[in-house]
């Protein structure tokens, strides 16, 4: 078969391990999977009710054009509903962004360490990969302006982003949006928006008017608990709305998913609380990191990027077989550090125990 050639050179995007797996493997009675940065609090208990009496019709395509979904979101954002597209998680919208715009012949710009999904689209699609290394978690804008050239097409900003969990300062986003020429998108991806608590952040929504080629996407699987249905959301000008819309499948969201996340949507007290207990539950890793002397970068997500005096697969292990999953940073371009999801209290309880007790069997004292 005439593959084309760049998926010679790549390997599928590779999730965590499930707690079943960990079940089998190790004979633990109960896991805690603190490694795809899923809502441990689920979802609204008001998604929960509709979900158990829902009436979809199932022999009926969704809604893609003008669903409800779309009004709502419109509403909450305080844009045109011609200024939103939906996906199937924020993860088509990037292969639609990378569709559409590169290609043989183009240039995009991204961080690294960030999401791979970038990359990995825009190989698939030719265009020449380039990544600015983050510097000690921060972006290096200047770097970015200085890799701009002709056949730039897409730069990609995931703040917080993943895996370090980092907030790029609005101040500097904005500063930066301002140099970078208007023919080129720039892609904002705040899956983790709602569990900012930086007051000096500015909601880049405000700013389309300002900068019509800059996207913002945003997800249901993280705060909204609503992983398992594959629904994300892109905000732009709604001239670039318009082009991506050419590129998306047609029907590329079901109809419960719609629903779910309209229901969703109407329960920010929901949103609210976990972004609370988020932060109180973040700022313990940072205790815990202070008290046993280890690295930690500032995060406004629901992860936290953790240095171990180990090597990370190993430590990864070392958790797994004590019932807690978490990703190895080995597998995520920062080695020697342990990418974990923050929990609940009680998992977080159970959490530090257990590192706690690996740290010292190898000795670190602090």
Same mark, same amino acid.
């Given at each position: 078969m005439n593959w084309k050639p760049a998926l010679s050179a790549m390997k599928p995007y590779k999730p965590g391990r499930s707690a079943e797996d960990v079940q089998k493997e190790y004979g633990i009675p109960k896991i805690e999977k603190l490694a795809s940065n899923e809502n441990p609090y689920g979802c609204a208990p008001s998604v929960r009710n509709y979900l158990e009496n829902a009436h979809i019709q199932y022999e009926i395509y969704p809604e893609t054009g003008t669903p409800p979904l779309r009004t709502a979101l419109a509403g909450l954002t305080g844009v045109e509903e011609s200024a939103i597209i939906l996906g199937n998680g924020s993860d088509d919208l990037i292969t639609i962004i990378s569709r559409a715009l590169l290609a043989p012949g183009t240039s995009t710009i991204m961080p690294v360490p960030?999401?791979?999904?970038?990359?990995?689209?825009?190989?698939?699609?030719?265009?020449?990969?380039?990544?600015? #290394?983050?510097?000690?978690?921060?972006? %290096? $804008?200047?770097?970015?302006?200085? @890799?701009?050239? *002709?056949?730039?097409?897409?730069?990609?900003?995931?703040?917080?982003?993943?895996?370090?969990?980092?907030?790029?300062?609005?101040v500097e986003f904005r500063e930066f949006l301002e140099k970078v020429p208007s023919g080129i998108l720039v892609v904002a991806d705040e899956a983790y928006f709602e569990y900012i608590t930086d007051s000096s952040y500015e909601n880049p929504v405000g700013w389309l008017s300002r900068f019509p080629n800059l996207i913002i996407l945003r997800t249901f699987s993280k705060a909204y608990g609503l992983a398992a249905f594959r629904l994300g959301y892109g905000i732009s000008s709604p001239a670039v709305i318009a082009q991506?819309?050419?590129?998306?499948? #047609?029907?590329?969201?079901?109809?419960? %998913? $719609?629903?779910?996340?309209?229901? @969703?949507?109407? *329960?920010?007290?929901?949103?609210?609380?976990?972004?609370?207990?988020?932060?109180?539950?973040?700022?313990?890793?940072?205790?815990?990191?202070?008290?046993?002397?280890?690295?930690?970068?500032?995060?406004?997500?629901?992860?936290?990027?953790?240095?171990?005096?180990?090597?990370?697969?190993?430590?990864?292990?070392?958790?797994?077989?004590?019932?807690?999953?978490?990703?190895?940073?080995?597998?995520?371009?920062?080695?020697?550090w342990l990418r974990v999801t923050v929990g609940t209290a009680t998992q977080n309880d159970g959490f530090f125990s257990a590192l706690a007790a690996i740290l010292e069997e190898r000795g670190h004292t602090g």
């Open positions: 960030t999401f791979p999904q970038y990359a990995h689209n825009a190989r698939i699609e030719g265009a020449e990969v380039r990544e600015i #290394p983050l510097e000690d978690g921060v972006y %290096a $804008l200047d770097r970015f302006l200085e @890799a701009i050239d *002709d056949t730039t097409a897409v730069i990609w900003i995931c703040t917080p982003n993943n895996p370090t969990g980092g907030l790029l300062p609005s991506l819309t050419k590129v998306r499948n #047609p029907f590329n969201t079901n109809s419960l %998913a $719609l629903a779910a996340a309209g229901r @969703a949507l109407e *329960d920010q007290d929901f949103i609210a609380h976990c972004r609370q207990e988020n932060a109180v539950q973040r700022t313990r890793f940072r205790q815990f990191a202070a008290a046993h002397k280890l690295r930690i970068l500032p995060s406004e997500a629901n992860f936290v990027l953790l240095e171990v005096p180990m090597d990370a697969d190993e430590a990864a292990d070392l958790l797994m077989q004590r019932g807690y999953i978490i990703r190895s940073g080995n597998l995520l371009g920062t080695p020697g």
